[in-house]
């Protein structure tokens, strides 16, 4: 792992994920939450942190049956085990504070849960002035179709390192040997911050990230999606 490029600019990479009870993100809610955070060393970069919880329910939710038979949680699980949303909120805004760039592979709807969690228990202006890169996006400039994580680790020949088990903290694992692959692969992330592709079929789905410039992306792009931007 080098990640020389993100680290002439950034003095720690926080990579996330989240298990959800829907895709709904003003509806729905966060039951796990999983980060680490990569601080360069003496000898490269390396894991300063990792974090893996559930997250209790607001009264009244539930953990609906296809998330738990994907997920593996339940609403039990959370009753039991889950931290308050509080505490968590709390939690995160120490492990992205400094000069933190934030990391996930589909930021978009990772960062559109994690600030209306923000909004209602914690401070969403923890989220302000940092930058984002979104790994999905790097991904379709680099390879066809499909795009899903398990697409990446096994393109990447990663199978049997990491798993993309729809467990934020096995995701956010995957995530981070992706990205260390990404790295090797061309040394231009640091192009992508704060720039994530959409299906121009569909458009941006929900609503876009103030901080966050969109671009159409297509299944087959014949340039990378930055390329544009380099010429202004």
Same mark, same amino acid.
């Given at each position: 792992?080098?990640?020389q490029s993100l680290?002439s600019k950034y003095?720690? =990479?926080?990579?996330?994920?989240?298990?959800?009870?829907?895709?709904?993100?003003?509806?729905?809610?966060?039951? @796990?939450?999983? %980060?680490? %955070?990569? @601080?360069?060393?003496?000898?490269?970069?390396?894991?300063?942190?990792?974090?893996?919880?559930?997250?209790? =329910?607001?009264?009244?939710?539930?953990?609906?049956?296809?998330?738990?038979?994907?997920?593996?949680?339940?609403?039990?699980?959370?009753?039991?085990?889950? =931290?308050?949303?509080?505490?968590?909120?709390?939690?995160?805004?120490?492990?992205?504070?400094?000069?933190?760039?934030?990391? %996930?592979?589909?930021?978009?709807?990772?960062?559109?849960?994690?600030?209306?969690?923000?909004?209602?228990?914690?401070?969403?202006?923890?989220?302000?002035?940092?930058?984002?890169?979104?790994?999905?996006?790097?991904?379709?400039?680099?390879?066809?179709?499909?795009?899903? =994580?398990?697409?990446?680790?096994?393109?990447? $020949?990663?199978? $049997?390192?990491?798993?993309?088990?729809?467990? %934020?903290?096995?995701?956010?694992?995957?995530?981070?040997?992706?990205?260390?692959?990404?790295?090797?692969?061309?040394?231009?992330?640091?192009?992508?911050?704060?720039?994530?592709?959409?299906?121009?079929?569909?458009?941006?789905?929900?609503?876009?990230?103030?901080?966050?410039?969109?671009?159409?992306?297509?299944?087959?792009?014949?340039?990378?999606?930055?390329?544009?931007?380099?010429?202004?």
């Amino acid at each position: 792992m080098n990640l020389q490029s993100l680290f002439s600019k950034y003095d720690r =990479l926080v990579l996330f994920d989240t298990e959800t009870t829907g895709l709904q993100y003003s509806r729905d809610e966060i039951i @796990e939450f999983a %980060a680490i %955070a990569v @601080e360069p060393g003496p000898d490269g970069p390396r894991v300063v942190q990792e974090y893996d919880e559930l997250v209790s =329910l607001s009264p009244g939710s539930f953990v609906p049956p296809k998330i738990t038979e994907l997920t593996g949680i339940s609403t039990e699980d959370l009753r039991q085990r889950g =931290l308050p949303k509080t505490r968590v909120c709390r939690d995160i805004a120490q492990l992205i504070a400094g000069n933190t760039l934030l990391l %996930a592979y589909n930021a978009h709807f990772d960062l559109s849960f994690l600030f209306y969690m923000l909004l209602r228990d914690g401070d969403p202006a923890i989220l302000k002035g940092k930058d984002k890169l979104d790994l999905l996006t790097v991904y379709k400039d680099r390879h066809p179709y499909p795009h899903r =994580l398990a697409s990446a680790i096994e393109v990447y $020949g990663l199978s $049997g390192r990491v798993v993309n088990s729809h467990r %934020a903290v096995d995701d956010v694992l995957a995530t981070l040997a992706v990205m260390e692959e990404m790295d090797r692969e061309r040394d231009d992330l640091l192009s992508y911050v704060n720039l994530f592709g959409y299906n121009p079929k569909y458009g941006v789905e929900g609503k876009p990230i103030g901080s966050v410039r969109y671009k159409p992306q297509p299944y087959d792009p014949v340039k990378p999606l930055y390329w544009e931007e380099s010429l202004c």
